[in-house]
């Protein structure tokens, strides 16, 4: 039976030396800039729906999710994700435990991809290169997906301009790095505007949240 605990990551076996890191908030509350377009349940629909793609475009990799609820624990578990359970509130702090908990599982690569990229279809190929791959936003601002090396003290920095700032740490820690623009993985969802997409609308009437 596996133990979960609250006040530090869940440690779960994870085999190879890559693997996908999701970070996923809380499904009730999520995405609330998209309230004037989407009532409470559209929302929580719309943010399970983008996590599953991104766990679907993670394969063959391993996934494991990164999550402070038991309502997130158990969807990642029911997705087939292993799951590191942690207590301090923020994405950056999740992040980083996430990472932490991988590296000491033996895994020496890490693709961190957020959880709201609903046009996302593939990301092993932002682990094919030896050193720090930053996936841009589509505005060249923020990081949907940084691939790092576990053990080598790398500090994230989401928020605003968290690009650059990615780009400064993997030069202040000495590593070699990549900027990797992918249109599909570039499109995150924050703002209403960001589901004006014809791929999101699809999905969205199909899901009956239009």
Known sequence: MRATLRDRPTIRPVSGSVAV???VKAFEGAKAR??????PTGRADL????????IAAASPLPVTVVCDCDEVEGWALSMGADVVRVAEPG???????????LGRSGVSTVVVA????????????????????LVPDRHHDGTPVA??????????????????????????LGLPW??????????????PADLNHSAIAVDRQAAGTT
């Open 21 to 23: 890191l999701i970070p």
């Open 34 to 39: 998209l309230a004037p377009v989407l009532d």
């Open 47 to 54: 943010a399970r729906s983008m996590a599953e793609t991104v």
């Open 91 to 101: 994405l950056t702090a999740a992040v980083e435990a996430g990472v932490d908990t």
């Open 114 to 133: 957020h959880g709201d990229l609903p046009l996302a279809t593939n990301l092993s190929h932002c682990a094919d290169f030896a050193g720090v791959t």
């Open 147 to 172: 691939v790092v090396p576990t053990g080598a003290g790398f500090r994230f920095a989401y928020g605003p301009g968290s690009f650059a700032a990615h780009v400064a740490e993997a030069e202040r």
């Open 178 to 191: 990549r900027s990797l623009p992918d249109a599909r993985l570039g499109w995150d969802v924050d703002e």
